[in-house]
């Protein structure tokens, strides 16, 4: 929002960049003023047309939004670096500063009647407060209070001892708020927040002094070092009896009421400082209304972002390829196997995009062992059929080397020419390569986010295919796209992605699914052993071996470092060579190692020449070795599922029964056991991934932080799934009907989209 500078009359002078929109013209005043609260209020306009007026009075709006939190009563420059630090700095920040939970503080509860597991407030005088010690040794602070109808205990571990004599002296009253639990035939509150009464002062008269902490449902908020709940609660009073009134919803109002959602500013209320009457469970819980309407608002701008992103896509003149089978009959016949169904089905939806006058955007998502490579590479011959080169990028150098090992093996018959561009390849072995690309020589160039970068240039893109999607963004997918005249894009991802996920970060992509594994194939045995059954173990190898079959052992780490207790890779498979298997052949396969080195190292393992592979997580895609049946896998508890489910779909790839043993910590975790039971008990890439997402969030899930996903400020795509559905298929009607939002009382719409999302998104019609 611009600065806004008043003239000597006191009348608001409208910045040149406003005049436009607004249908003001220079010289055209209006007056506006701060109201009681301190909010800037328009009370006389000049505006010639009456959607003007509406527009100023949102500008302003928007501008009492952007008011720094500096100026909020309670809130002194401490308060307002601290807030900062958690990225709070303007009041629509602090809005959206959402309670974790509630405490329900609407009574005071006599000792008696306190019932362990429930947060209870109850009033009481300090009969005792010392330092105790157990005959453990262990010390802890406990002070003994009581009222009319019993006593209570309060204890705490963390403490200094002078400060809580001080404070907790015998004879003073308060209340107490805090978790009742029970240890023995004592029950007990570890901690509890008091607020001290006066001398001679009521319990209810303290509880009418403090209105924002007594009588009602208490926010609690998610603090950092140097906030309170007390004082944080004040200023969030402050802030949203004040602000709150100032955001609008820039929802259509057909959606409003067919949806039955609350006015925007009403549902911030309601769910800082809940009505007296409100379910504190559904609050928790994200059920009540004013949690949905912030949660639909939310989802509804990100849908509506990226249909009109997928619209925009769809509706640019794109590459209409031709089928002419030069180079996929002949691959066809080279394989020693037969495509699925479900490859079939999704190669056939493929094509017909490719064979469309507009760009393709489809993402491909498959299990693994599916075939995804294979239908990726039948996708870039048809590219090169028509005379244009094709783009893969991958997002590690492994995984580019691995596509690259995979695909030129059978280009290479085809006569199709193959590079690799990774940010390791230096000097004039880099420039010949660039050289080859910008002449058309290079028809399939395979590579990292090396690929986007200025310096390459493409003769004639057709077809970019991003592997591994969800560690790219949709900038990144954008730049592939820059580097061709409007080129098809093909998405490929081996991690099965919950619905929820998929349509907040690939909602602009169409989806496939190869849904059906290779004939042949078998389940995979999975068991959680650890180190007490190590002999066990190597004994399983062993059989194996001595039945023909061949053996993985994976580490996460190549070579042992000093800070860290893993088993690294070099060091064991020494280890195993020299100790336990002296007999057997053993190979190693790590990240470190040049791409030749790789390839060697493969081939020998598929060609049966080595009987163990000792490999980091390098081969957790690519490498395709029907003959290995059993899998170990070091320090399991250090991998999320889908890794551990991606490199369990190594083992298992032919007919013979195979196992995958997952070597775990004696000291594992609860969350731990928990997470390594659900690869145990399945084999379903969804039902795994759906665990995963629920454990460890969905920027974890994912890989990286910054993996494309929306920053949500009040949304939680695991537990609110429906309202995003609901949300999307509004959000995708609305964009069909009005894909530039020009239809009358859109307006508010589409600078509310471009406020949010036109950034992110790249939503150029908007911003």
């Known amino acids: 929002m611009p600065v806004m500078k008043r003239s000597e009359d006191g009348s608001l002078l409208i910045p040149a960049d406003l005049l436009g929109p607004l249908g003001l013209a220079p010289g055209d005043r209006v007056a506006v003023e701060a109201d009681a609260e ?3 209020v328009l009370t006389r306009s000049a505006a010639r047309e009456p959607s003007a007026e509406v527009s100023l009075r949102q500008a302003i709006a928007r501008k009492n939004l952007e008011t720094p939190m500096q100026f909020i009563k309670g809130v002194g420059p401490k308060m ?63 002070v003994m209070a009581r009222d009319a109808s019993g006593v209570m205990s309060f204890k705490w571990f963390n403490y200094h001892a002078a400060f809580m004599r001080k404070a907790w002296q015998p004879g003073r009253r308060g209340i107490f708020t805090g978790q009742v639990t029970q240890y023995g035939l004592q029950r007990e509150v570890h901690h509890p927040d008091v607020d001290w009464l006066a001398e001679g002062e009521t319990v209810e008269a303290a509880m009418a002094r403090d209105p924002v902490g007594f009588g009602r449902l208490v926010p609690v908020y998610p603090l950092t070092e140097g906030l309170n709940q007390k004082a944080l609660r004040k200023v969030m009073k402050e802030v949203v009896d004040r602000f709150a009134p100032c955001v609008e919803s820039a929802l259509p109002a057909r959606v409003i009421r067919e949806r039955a959602l609350l006015p925007l500013a ?51 003149p794109g590459i209409a390829f031709s089928v002419n089978h030069t180079y996929t009959k002949p691959l066809l016949k080279l394989l020693p ?56 990028m991958a997002p590690t150098e492994i995984l580019a080397e691995q596509h690259y090992l995979n695909i030129h093996r059978w280009c290479e018959q085809l006569g199709v020419t193959v590079a690799l561009l990774t940010s390791s390849l ?50 990144q997918r954008g730049l592939l796209r820059k580097k061709g005249e409007n080129p098809d894009i093909l998405v490929m991802t081996a991690t099965p992605i919950p619905r929820t996920l998929a349509m907040t970060v690939f909602g602009d992509l169409s989806l496939s699914v190869i849904d059906e594994l290779p004939p042949g194939r078998t389940p995979v045995e999975t068991k959680i052993c650890t180190d007490s059954r190590r002999r066990q173990v190597y004994g399983i190898i062993r059989d194996e071996v001595a039945a023909g079959h061949q053996a993985y052992v994976i580490y996460p780490l190549v070579e042992e470092s000093e800070k860290s207790e893993l088993k690294a890779a070099t ?25 030749e080195e790789k390839e060697a190292v493969m081939r020998s393992f598929k060609g049966r020449e080595i009987d163990i592979l000792v490999s980091t997580t390098v081969i957790e895609v690519g490498i395709d070795v029907p003959n290995a049946t059993v899998m170990v896998i070091e320090h399991a508890e250090r991998f999320g599922l889908s890794q551990l489910h991606q490199l369990r779909g190594r083992v298992g790839r032919g007919s013979a029964t195979s196992r995958c043993i997952l070597m775990a910590s004696d000291r594992l975790s609860d969350d731990g056991v928990k997470r390594l039971r659900v690869m145990e008990s399945t084999t379903d890439g969804f039902r795994i991934a759906e665990a995963d997402l629920e454990i460890r969030g969905p920027g974890d899930f994912l890989g990286t932080r910054q993996a494309g996903i929306p920053d949500f400020r009040v949304a939680n795509i695991l537990r609110d799934g429906r309202i995003l559905e609901e949300a999307r298929a509004e959000a995708f009607e609305l964009a069909e009907r009005d894909p530039e939002l020009r239809a009358p009382g859109h307006e508010p719409l589409r600078e509310e989209l471009a406020r949010r999302w036109g950034g992110r998104l790249e939503l150029a019609g908007v911003a």
Do not use: W
């Not at 608002?297 to 972002?305: A, I, N, V």
């Open 426 to 475: 230096k000097g004039k072995a880099k420039a010949g390569a660039l050289e080859r690309v910008a002449r058309g020589e290079v028809q399939i160039v395979i590579g990292t986010h090396a690929v986007i970068q200025d310096k390459v240039e493409f003769h004639r893109l057709g077809l970019g295919i991003v592997d591994e999607q969800h560690r790219f963004g949709v900038l």
């Open 337 to 392: 196997f037969a495509l699925t169904e479900a490859q079939r089905r999704v190669l056939a939806e493929i094509k017909a995009d490719m064979m469309a006058p507009h760009p393709m955007h489809r993402l491909v998502q498959g299990d693994v062992g599916c075939g995804k490579t294979l239908v990726a590479l039948l996708a870039a011959l048809v590219a090169v059929e028509n005379g244009y080169q094709v783009a893969i």
């Open 80 to 142: 307002a670096e601290i807030l900062a630090r958690k990225g709070i700095v303007t009041v629509e920040d602090a809005l959206y500063l959402l309670p974790n939970r509630y405490e329900d503080r609407r009574q005071v509860v006599p000792m008696n009647r306190l019932r362990p597991g429930e947060t209870c407030v109850f009033a009481g005088e300090v009969v005792s407060a010392d330092v105790v010690t157990t005959k453990g040794g262990r010390r802890f602070f406990e």
């Open 266 to 316: 009403e549902a911030l209320g309601a769910v800082h400082f809940p009505a007296a009457d409100a379910d504190p469970r559904a609050l928790e819980e994200g059920r009540d209304p004013a949690h949905r309407t912030l949660v639909f608002d939310e989802f509804f701008f990100l849908e509506l972002g990226l249909a009109l992103k997928r619209r925009g896509v769809t509706l640019e």
């Open 38 to 40: 301190g909010r800037l």
């Open 571 to 595: 060091q064991m498979a020494e280890h195993l060579a020299n100790d336990v298997f002296p007999d057997l052949r053993l190979g190693v396969l790590h990240g470190r190692m040049k791409p």
